[in-house]
């Protein structure tokens, strides 16, 4: 059994330490800073806990949608970032070509593209997704 944290309780620790003992120690003109890295860890450790879900399930989905009009994958099926950037060239190629231009494939595009935005956002931005928030 080990006894060392994962590098998400890792990251969450750092985090906890820089916003509640770090931060109000600093001076004004290093808030902002200080406010930043938080920030990052934030994101970074978001990305640790559902980046690889949301590659995953994004690159099933191209799958699903190169399957639908006939194309093949640019890359093996093994679920990582290089296959999803494969994948994502050659979804990227047959929009250019047109073949999600029919009224019965471009939904399930649109519906992809909406998908893959609101999973990588929940990553990077998730504030943006709430909509409790009055427009500003």
Same mark, same amino acid.
């Given at each position: ?36 890295? @938080? ?5 970074? /450790?978001?990305?640790?806990? %559902? #980046? $690889? =879900? &949301?590659?995953? !399930?994004? @690159? ?5 949608? /190169?399957?639908?009009?006939? %194309? #093949? $994958? =640019? &890359?093996?099926? !093994? ?7 494969? /994948? ?5 190629? $047959? ?42």
């Amino acid at each position: 059994m080990k006894d060392i944290s994962n590098a998400a309780d890792l990251i969450a620790t750092a985090r906890d330490a820089l916003l509640n003992d770090l931060l109000p120690r600093l001076q004004k003109e290093q808030r902002y800073t200080g406010l930043m890295i @938080a920030n990052a860890m934030a994101i970074a /450790l978001r990305e640790q806990r %559902s #980046g $690889a =879900e &949301a590659m995953r !399930d994004e @690159a099933r989905r191209i799958r699903t949608l /190169l399957a639908s009009t006939g %194309s #093949g $994958a =640019e &890359a093996p099926d !093994d679920d990582d970032k290089d296959e999803l950037r494969g /994948l994502r060239r050659g979804l990227c190629k $047959a929009i250019r070509a047109g073949q999600f231009d029919d009224d019965s494939r471009s939904p399930a595009l649109v519906a992809n593209l909406v998908r893959t935005a609101a999973d990588w956002l929940a990553v990077s931005n998730p504030k943006a997704l709430r909509t409790d928030q009055a427009p500003g």
